[in-house]
């Protein structure tokens, strides 16, 4: 007959290191510390505490498939084994090193509106300036054409909220239907919604409990409380900082830049954000 599920958790010698069955491949500051953590909550989803940097790293991804395993943390059988990295996303040899470790990989990308996306971004380019003591070029100069005004588009922080461009290449290998993609916006304001749909996609019983959430009016954020009388969790300070005051003259151009790209991310995912 069936061994009632969990079974294999009162049996030690079912512990192993196993290789990710899902990866978090990004993006770069649209709330990827707040979906691994709050995934965490699931009873079957365990994840490495680390970012891996395996795939997108050469020196890292030569070690190799053994190495990268045993770095993962003792699971059981009926748990999922989750790493986030999110430099994956834009990294363009990491689509086909995942693919060759495993085909049939589940993989999740979090988006949120690209013009947060890059205030975030240059937010976090200043804080870590500012530790060391620096200041970071003004934005304007970064992300404007000296010339013209216009958007440059070959600045970093731009390029990565081009989301098209490089979701485009992971549709090359993966099937639209072995990605899931999180709304980063809505992760912000109804963190439970956004999980309940990745335990459907990850074929999970819903089990992270909605207690698990509150919202903490200093931060404004939600933060966790793993159980009932347990301490409350807050990401670091080092998420959900005030972002820098941009003028509205250069979010609009953002905005508008944006526009097109947006648009056909739309088409190939099937699937509309409400960013304006
Ligand atoms: P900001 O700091 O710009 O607000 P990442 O972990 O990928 O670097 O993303 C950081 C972003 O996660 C933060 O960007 C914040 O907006 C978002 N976030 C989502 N849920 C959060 C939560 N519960 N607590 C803190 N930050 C959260």
Redesign the pocket.
């Known amino acids: 007959g069936h061994l009632p599920p969990g079974r294999d958790r009162y049996n030690s010698s079912s512990l192993a290191h196993r290789l990710p069955q899902c990866i978090i491949i ?13 995934l965490k909550l699931h009873p079957q989803i365990i994840s490495p505490n680390d970012e891996m940097h395996f795939f997108s790293n050469d020196t890292n991804y030569k070690l190799g498939f053994e190495w990268y395993r045993k770095k993962m943390p003792l699971s059981y059988p009926d748990q999922i084994t989750i790493e986030k990295t ?1 430099k994956y996303f834009i990294s363009v040899i990491s689509p086909s090193r995942i693919h060759r470790m495993n085909s049939s990989i589940k993989l999740i990308a ?1 988006l ?1 509106h690209p013009t ?2 890059v ?3 240059y ?2 380019i200043c804080a870590n300036k500012q530790s060391k003591n620096e200041t970071a070029e003004p934005f304007e100069l970064r992300a404007l054409d000296k010339q013209t005004g216009h958007i440059n588009p070959v600045y970093k922080a731009t390029q990565i909220s081009m989301y098209h461009l490089h979701i485009s290449r992971w549709l090359q290998l993966f099937p639209l239907n072995q990605l899931h993609i999180v709304d ?1 916006d809505n ?2 304001l109804n ?1 439970l919604e956004e999980i309940r749909k990745i335990e459907q996609f990850l074929n999970l019983p819903h089990l992270v409990n909605p207690d698990s959430f509150y919202y ?1 009016s200093t ?1 404004g ?4 409380r793993k159980t009932k009388t347990g301490p409350e969790q ?3 300070a ?6 820098v005051n941009l003028s509205k003259k250069v979010i609009t151009k953002l905005n508008k830049f944006f526009k097109p790209h947006n648009e056909q991310l739309y088409k190939l995912i099937g699937r509309r954000f409400p960013w304006r």
């Not at 954020?221 to 966790?224: A, D, E, H, T, V």
């Not at 080092?238 to 972002?243: A, F, L, P």
């Open positions: 990004g993006a770069r500051k649209c709330g990827t510390r707040a979906l691994i953590e709050f999110p979090i949120r947060t996306r205030i975030s971004d937010t976090q980063g992760l912000i963190p903490n931060r954020f939600y933060c966790m807050c990401l670091g080092n998420k959900g900082r005030k972002h």
